[in-house]
């Protein structure tokens, strides 16, 4: 009887995520705080009695493709009782009101810096059906009030937000604007949330920040962290995102040194572009031969070590001549994973004022800078093959005797198998594979490992 009535008062939440691996802890998060007002969570949009559209403005259309969503849900809707809807993320932020005034079927907005107020907002909409713009840069409160909230992520990867915001000022980025200004969490309570995630199975964690590596907490930095964290004996692999450059200290390139058998050897360092000239106009305070010192000095420490990174195609001012020093670096780095995009001016940023390059140019330019990293990336994938990797395993893939993991450079990886294999690290041998994804069979004997380097 008592658990028919607390069926009958559970309400179901669906949350669409866009953006940032940021976005996706955000939207965990927010689960984990509704369901302490009985919201669970569904996967079915035509169950949802809360509808939250969690929302990035990195680039154009970011807001069209609010409207359309919203549109979309609305004609799912018609005729029957309309969901709450809140718009959480970085477009929230910056275009909060102006979403409000035109989307009516809108029920409140919300920042990045003041989801923790979520069930207020939502139990006030319940009763008085207020409209709601909650846009405050209040971190510190969020976190300190999210702390009371066990975090619930059971998957066998899990990220965990350790910094946000950004001072960096990129004249192309809107991030500073809709984060607000660099703030690290405390390391206790950050190992709190590891140890919570522990329990519910989690074995890797990728530490997240927009600068993920400009963490300082009480003189703690990132290195510092990744120490305490590799002491807990059920985390079996760390990785973190996003670093920036600048912020690439000496004890940061010493941990991965140190700590070879955890620290995983990918690591995600944006450059944006190949030009000096660029780089300076982009004011991204430092130069190619930085970033390449850098580069060397994680390779002297630890030869496995592979990069990715991000670029910006067609910035104000980029010539063909700064456009093929940023092939010429691709193939000296043999990024083994780019995110490229054309330019994309945003309003409010210093750059929205320069001139643009021709579009046609900018495509033209992302198509020949895609078609060549894609080459590096199937290089790097085939001179896998017929070697052992170490793969976690994550998931048993529906309907088949298949489970998929990923290698220590996040490749994902097939094997058939009956066996449950989640959670669990195994040799595995290559067979083959595409652009995508890698096939191959555990390893039943024990071998000595001969990977890439
Ligand atoms: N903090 C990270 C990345 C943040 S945004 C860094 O400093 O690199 C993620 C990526 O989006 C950026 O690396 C950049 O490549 C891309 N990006 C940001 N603003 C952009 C814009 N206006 N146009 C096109 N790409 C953009
Ligand atoms: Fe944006 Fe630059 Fe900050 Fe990265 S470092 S978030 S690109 S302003
Ligand atoms: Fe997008 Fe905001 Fe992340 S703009 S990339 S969701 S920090």
Same mark, same amino acid.
Not at 74 to 99: H, M, S, W, Y
Not at 295 to 315: E, Q
């Given at each position: ?12 939440? @669906?949350?669409?995520?866009?953006? =940032? ?55 799912? @809707? ?62 510190? %409160? ?168 991000? @670029? ?7 010539? %063909? ?16 994973? =780019? ?63 298949? @489970? ?50």
């Amino acid at each position: 009887m008592a658990l028919k009535l607390k069926n009958n008062l559970e309400k179901k939440i @669906f949350i669409k995520t866009f953006g =940032c691996q940021m976005n996706e802890y955000d939207s965990n998060r927010i689960y984990d705080l509704a369901k302490s007002i009985n919201y669970t969570k569904t996967n079915e949009l035509d169950k949802a009695d809360c509808y939250v559209l969690n929302t990035c403005h990195i680039r154009e259309k970011a807001t069209d493709k609010v409207y359309h969503d919203i549109g979309r849900v609305k004609k799912n @809707f018609r005729g029957r009782k309309k969901p709450i809807i809140v718009v959480t993320g970085c477009v929230a932020q910056a275009e909060g009101d102006i979403l409000l005034d035109r989307e009516k079927y809108i029920d409140a907005v919300i920042g990045p810096q003041s989801f923790h107020k979520f069930n207020q907002v939502i139990k006030n909409i319940e009763k008085k059906s207020l409209k709601e713009n909650l846009t405050d840069f209040d971190v510190k %409160e969020k976190f300190d009030t999210l702390n009371y909230y066990k975090n619930s992520d059971s998957s066998v990867s899990s990220f965990l937000t350790i910094q946000e915001g950004c001072d960096k000022f990129c004249k192309f980025c809107v991030v500073p604007y809709t984060r607000g200004t660099e703030f690290s969490r405390p390391i206790n309570e950050l190992i709190k949330e590891v140890k919570d995630l522990v329990s519910n199975g989690v074995k890797e964690i990728t530490l997240l920040g927009q600068n993920v590596n400009a963490y300082n907490y009480n003189e703690k930095k990132l290195s510092n962290l990744i120490s305490e964290i590799s002491k807990i004996k059920d985390i079996k692999r760390i990785r973190y995102t996003t670093s920036h450059p600048i912020d690439f200290t000496e004890d940061l390139i010493e941990a991965h040194r140190g700590n070879k058998k955890k620290l995983m050897p990918l690591i995600h360092l944006p450059v944006q572009s190949g030009s000096n000239k660029i780089l300076k106009a982009m004011n991204r305070k430092h130069t190619i031969e930085d970033y390449l010192e850098i580069i060397n000095k994680l390779k002297a420490v630890n030869p496995m070590i592979r990069f990715s990174s991000d @670029f910006i195609i067609g910035y104000p001012g980029e010539t %063909e001549n700064d456009f093929s020093d940023t092939l010429k670096l691709l193939n000296k780095v043999e990024f083994i994973n =780019c995110y490229s995009f054309i330019y994309s001016p945003r309003l409010g940023t210093p750059a929205a004022k320069l001139s643009e390059v021709d579009h046609n140019i900018s495509k033209k330019r992302l198509l020949t800078f895609q078609n060549t990293a894609e080459k590096i990336k199937l290089k790097f994938k085939k001179n896998l093959f017929q070697k052992t990797a170490l793969v976690l395993f994550e998931n048993k893939l529906k309907n088949k005797d298949e @489970f998929f993991g990923r290698d220590e450079y996040s490749n994902s990886v097939i094997v058939k198998t009956k066996e449950n294999l989640k959670g669990k690290i195994k040799e595995v041998e290559i067979k083959g594979g595409n652009q995508n994804t890698l096939f191959g069979e555990i390893n039943k004997k024990l071998s000595k490992r001969n990977l890439v380097a």
